[in-house]
């Protein structure tokens, strides 16, 4: 399948948090010891649903998915093609994996190392 000439579509998987298993306290505690903190597991709960990963590799976004599972969370594995195009080719407009959302206040913005909304360091998500 292609996009355009010399370019080939790339078979993305997403992780999607939307919602819980278990009560929010257990969540809480148990996505911790992933290293999510308690004000980014209320946003994850405040803005759900939302995507927490994206990859090419289905057996790495089903372990991640398997975590974000047994930690209480309720998820949805999609998938979809993309372009695999670069940004740096002149009139193309970047794609999903170019944003990143700040966990702390949920601004979509291009991935950059500080939220340019509340400054949080987005390098530790």
Known sequence: ??????????????VIFI???????????????????????????????????????????????????????????RSYYSAGLKETEPGLIPGMSSFTQCPRCGHRQPKKELCVRCNFNLSQV
């Open 1 to 14: 399948m292609s996009f355009r000439k010399g370019h080939q579509m790339n078979k993305v998987y997403r």
């Open 19 to 77: 919602g819980l298993r278990q009560t929010k306290e257990y969540f809480k505690k148990r996505i911790s010891v992933l290293g999510v903190t308690p004000e980014v597991a209320d946003t994850m709960l405040e803005k759900a649903p939302v995507i927490l990963k994206e990859a090419e590799s289905l057996e790495y976004i089903k372990r991640y998915a398997r975590a974000i599972i047994n930690a209480g969370g309720n998820v949805d594995i």
